[in-house]
């Protein structure tokens, strides 16, 4: 791989047919893309764009549980790797969770080269928490519950220092442009400036790294940035995706009315405290063997039910956790005090949230998607690690050795492509399509969609939400094809995040069975026929919408 590039990032404005933005554009500040951008860096030109300013609007920067790795002496990457499996629910690949877990502890070492310090013993040793499904003390962790805001300082900073990246805050990818069957570039827009038309940049790869989808619904611990568009603009590109069914919702966010719903961190219930309802009754333990430790779906449902019968729920820290709250959980500790409660004192009331998902862009081991040019990672990305519902702490991971493995691929492609390019001729290596197909959307965020995107997380709550059923599904999917046709091509953040959410419902319509985050109440056992992964992609003529079921 060539040290030094032709390349100058942004250099395309004036020259958009041929000369590349960079080597590589990078769409996602999270940890995925700060990961890739710091691999890539040594040896290529990189553009970061960012939704929001940098190191902000990312999930990753309120992960407050950690980040799983095979370190301690009781552990292997294969005890690490069978927990994974058993919690995905019968459709994870091993495979690939082979990987995951194998490549962990180099990747928890490359954290620290890159001066992520995480928290330890009094020896010096790291300290090791564990959560629910976890069979050994497994879990890093940064200043407590703060891990997600340690990685992202650190991986910012270093980011910041890299002379080979360019990053762009406030800029938002919408469309990805195809020609001859592979991803040369995409379209973009500055927030700031709105209202302006959408830029094309060019690069030989793609790499997404948009994040989760948490936004398209109503209640969810994800920042308001998540929004599935990564999602909607590969479908729209024709690009496989995969097992779009399985939404993790998470059991105790806190529900005191702030949006996005501040999450109670699953580590509380491992510290003892414990679910109970208005009656002050522990309902989990007629649940589950293991009650508010049993699987996070299960959990979840149950919740959803306390709630559907009127009840409200409460996460009771006050006789496992009490006075210890502030210094052992200071993040959870604050956004209490934000909502008016003193978890040492007072139960803190919870329901289930949208929080993580499964599903998302068909990747290899190498975060290939189905299309030349494009990669990626991170949660946009479903490489199969998570099955149909993921164990705690392996989404960080995800991000980090997927990152890295997308990084690799792209070094060595690239350097086989320019392998025979003079220098001076990379920038014409770049098939830009000519004439330059026009951007399909006339702005991002037009005042139009707002009334369309609240009707929008309405549905996808109500009836794609923890318990799901056939009309229900049905209605929404009508719902949303009217909404579709209503925003057009008005808006490129609507039509993204409706076009995600139609096929999620899709895909949930498909999978008539119960497994892991999927729960339908009029299929409620899971059909071991339907064992396998779920592939789809919108058809060829992409003005009918209609998903085709691959599997
Ligand atoms: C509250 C909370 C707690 C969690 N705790 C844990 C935990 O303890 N351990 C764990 O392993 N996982 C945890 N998770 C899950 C984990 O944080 C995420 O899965 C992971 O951080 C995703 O990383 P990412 O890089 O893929 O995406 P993100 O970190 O979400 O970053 C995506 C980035 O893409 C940007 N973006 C999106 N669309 C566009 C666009 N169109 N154009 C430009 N930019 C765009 C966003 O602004 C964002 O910066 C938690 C999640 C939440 C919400």
Same mark, same amino acid.
């Given at each position: 791989m060539p040290t030094d590039t032709q390349f100058r990032p942004n250099s395309q404005t004036t020259d958009f047919g041929k000369r590349p933005a960079a080597d590589v554009i990078i769409v996602g500040g999270g940890i995925a893309g700060l990961v890739a951008a710091l691999r890539l860096s040594t040896s290529c030109q990189v553009l970061l764009l960012n939704k929001g300013g940098f190191g902000e609007g990312a999930s990753s920067l309120w992960a407050q549980g950690g980040i799983s790795a095979a370190i301690g002496d009781d552990d292997s990457p294969e005890l690490h790797a069978a927990d994974t499996?058993?919690?995905?629910?019968?459709?994870?690949?091993?495979?690939?969770?082979?990987?995951?877990?194998?490549?962990?502890?180099?990747?928890?070492?490359?954290?620290?080269?890159?001066?992520?310090?995480?928290?330890?013993?009094?020896?010096?040793?790291?300290?090791?928490?564990?959560?629910?499904?976890?069979?050994?003390?497994?879990?890093?962790?940064?200043?407590?519950?703060?891990?997600?805001?340690?990685?992202?300082?650190?991986?910012?900073?270093?980011?910041?220092?890299?002379?080979?990246?360019?990053?762009?805050?406030?800029?938002? !990818?919408?469309?990805?442009?195809? +020609?001859?069957? #592979?991803? =040369?570039? &995409?379209? $973009? %827009?500055?927030?700031?400036? *709105?209202?302006?038309?959408?830029?094309?940049?060019?690069?030989?790869?793609?790499?997404?790294?948009?994040?989760?989808?948490?936004?398209?619904?109503?209640?969810?611990?994800?920042?308001?940035?998540?929004?599935?568009?990564?999602?909607?603009?590969?479908?729209?590109?024709?690009?496989?995706?995969?097992?779009?069914?399985?939404?993790?919702?998470?059991?105790?966010?806190?529900?005191?009315?702030?949006?996005?719903?501040?999450?109670?961190?699953?580590?509380?219930?491992?510290?003892?405290?414990?679910?109970?309802?208005?009656?002050?009754?522990?309902?989990?333990?007629?649940?589950?063997?293991?009650?508010?430790?049993?699987?996070?779906?299960?959990?979840?449902? !149950?919740?959803?039910?306390?709630? +559907?019968?009127? #009840?409200? =729920?409460? &996460?009771? $820290? %006050?006789?496992?956790?009490? *006075?210890?709250?502030?210094?052992?959980f200071p993040t959870v500790y604050q956004l209490c005090r934000n909502a008016g409660i003193d978890p040492a004192r007072m139960p803190i009331p919870v329901a289930p949230a949208a929080h993580y998902h499964m599903g998302g862009i068909a990747t290899d081991r190498n975060g290939r998607t189905s299309m030349q040019g494009l990669w990626a990672c991170g949660e946009v990305a479903s490489t199969g690690i998570h099955g149909a519902n993921r164990l705690a702490s392996n989404s960080l991971l995800e991000?980090?050795?997927?990152?890295?493995?997308?990084?690799?691929?792209i070094c060595r492609h690239l350097a086989k492509r320019y392998e025979n390019a003079d220098r001076s001729d990379r920038g014409s290596s770049i098939l830009a399509p000519h004439p330059l197909p026009a951007s399909r959307f006339r702005c991002y965020d037009a005042k139009i969609s707002t009334l369309t995107l609240a009707r929008l997380r309405q549905l996808m709550s109500a009836n794609v939400g923890v318990v799901r059923q056939q009309e229900s599904l049905m209605a929404t999917l009508h719902e949303l094809d009217g909404l579709i046709a209503q925003i057009g091509d008005k808006s490129a953040m609507a039509a993204n995040m409706l076009l995600a959410a139609r096929l999620i419902t899709e895909a949930a319509l498909q999978r008539c069975e119960s497994r892991g985050g999927h729960f339908r109440e009029d299929y409620p056992t899971p059909n071991p026929t339907m064992r396998h992964r779920s592939f789809m992609r919108l058809n060829d003529d992409i003005a009918k919408r209609s998903p085709q079921v691959i599997a």
């Amino acid at each position: 791989m060539p040290t030094d590039t032709q390349f100058r990032p942004n250099s395309q404005t004036t020259d958009f047919g041929k000369r590349p933005a960079a080597d590589v554009i990078i769409v996602g500040g999270g940890i995925a893309g700060l990961v890739a951008a710091l691999r890539l860096s040594t040896s290529c030109q990189v553009l970061l764009l960012n939704k929001g300013g940098f190191g902000e609007g990312a999930s990753s920067l309120w992960a407050q549980g950690g980040i799983s790795a095979a370190i301690g002496d009781d552990d292997s990457p294969e005890l690490h790797a069978a927990d994974t499996i058993r919690a995905a629910a019968g459709t994870a690949d091993p495979e690939i969770i082979g990987i995951l877990t194998s490549r962990a502890p180099d990747c928890i070492a490359s954290l620290q080269e890159w001066g992520v310090d995480f928290d330890t013993e009094d020896d010096g040793s790291p300290a090791l928490g564990r959560e629910a499904a976890h069979s050994r003390n497994r879990i890093l962790h940064i200043g407590g519950d703060s891990t997600g805001r340690g990685l992202m300082e650190t991986l910012c900073a270093a980011v910041r220092k890299q002379p080979t990246i360019t990053i762009r805050d406030h800029c938002v !990818a919408e469309e990805l442009i195809v +020609h001859h069957n #592979r991803i =040369v570039g &995409l379209y $973009c %827009r500055n927030l700031k400036t *709105a209202d302006t038309p959408a830029e094309a940049l060019f690069a030989p790869a793609v790499i997404l790294a948009t994040g989760g989808i948490g936004g398209l619904f109503e209640v969810t611990t994800n920042p308001s940035e998540c929004t599935g568009e990564g999602l909607g603009m590969a479908a729209r590109a024709g690009i496989l995706l995969a097992d779009l069914e399985f939404v993790q919702f998470h059991p105790t966010a806190m529900h005191v009315g702030i949006t996005p719903a501040p999450l109670a961190t699953e580590a509380l219930r491992g510290e003892g405290a414990t679910l109970i309802n208005d009656r002050g009754e522990r309902f989990m333990v007629k649940v589950h063997e293991n009650a508010e430790l049993a699987p996070r779906d299960i959990v979840a449902r !149950a919740v959803w039910r306390e709630i +559907h019968a009127g #009840r409200q =729920v409460f &996460l009771d $820290c %006050r006789t496992a956790i009490g *006075a210890n709250f502030e210094s052992r959980f200071p993040t959870v500790y604050q956004l209490c005090r934000n909502a008016g409660i003193d978890p040492a004192r007072m139960p803190i009331p919870v329901a289930p949230a949208a929080h993580y998902h499964m599903g998302g862009i068909a990747t290899d081991r190498n975060g290939r998607t189905s299309m030349q040019g494009l990669w990626a990672c991170g949660e946009v990305a479903s490489t199969g690690i998570h099955g149909a519902n993921r164990l705690a702490s392996n989404s960080l991971l995800e991000g980090v050795v997927f990152g890295a493995a997308a990084a690799d691929d792209i070094c060595r492609h690239l350097a086989k492509r320019y392998e025979n390019a003079d220098r001076s001729d990379r920038g014409s290596s770049i098939l830009a399509p000519h004439p330059l197909p026009a951007s399909r959307f006339r702005c991002y965020d037009a005042k139009i969609s707002t009334l369309t995107l609240a009707r929008l997380r309405q549905l996808m709550s109500a009836n794609v939400g923890v318990v799901r059923q056939q009309e229900s599904l049905m209605a929404t999917l009508h719902e949303l094809d009217g909404l579709i046709a209503q925003i057009g091509d008005k808006s490129a953040m609507a039509a993204n995040m409706l076009l995600a959410a139609r096929l999620i419902t899709e895909a949930a319509l498909q999978r008539c069975e119960s497994r892991g985050g999927h729960f339908r109440e009029d299929y409620p056992t899971p059909n071991p026929t339907m064992r396998h992964r779920s592939f789809m992609r919108l058809n060829d003529d992409i003005a009918k919408r209609s998903p085709q079921v691959i599997a």
